[in-house]
């Protein structure tokens, strides 16, 4: 099985950028389609973005489109989300996320393994 480490996660202005690492161990993240959920205080877990083995598709929740870049480097097995123009509805925890499957799904049910999440705060 996998494991999974977040990092980047801090504290920012409205408008600035993050870019958020998740490195795997245990198992080469090209076995995985991988993904980004978030969690807000008091809300939902919510579906951020997802890529699939190779990163050639890629899928967004609509709030993030344009402003976020999910992509991977599977040599240094790692995942990262790059974050602009941040806004403070997007304080949330982030979390990676490992799905067996090549199909990215938006659901996090459909994946197997998670990390423990960073802290993004976006300040207005």
């Known amino acids: 099985q996998v494991q999974l480490v977040e990092s980047g996660g801090g504290l920012v202005q409205a408008g600035g950028s993050l870019r958020l690492s998740c490195a795997a161990s245990g198992r080469t993240l090209s076995s995985y389609t991988m993904g980004w959920f978030r969690r807000a205080p008091g809300k939902e877990r919510e579906f951020v973005a997802a890529?699939?083995?190779?990163?050639?598709?890629?899928v967004y929740v609509d709030s993030v489109k344009n402003r976020f870049t999910i992509s991977r480097d599977n040599a240094k097995n790692t995942l990262y989300l790059q974050m602009n123009s941040l806004k403070p509805e997007d304080t949330a925890v982030y979390y990676c996320?490992?799905?067996?499957?090549?199909?990215?799904?938006?659901?996090?049910?459909?994946?197997?393994?998670w990390g423990q999440g960073t802290q993004v705060t976006v300040s207005s």
């Open positions: 996320a490992a799905r067996i499957s090549d199909v990215p799904s938006r659901a996090g049910e459909g994946y197997d393994y």
């Open positions: 890529t699939s083995r190779s990163g050639g598709i890629s």
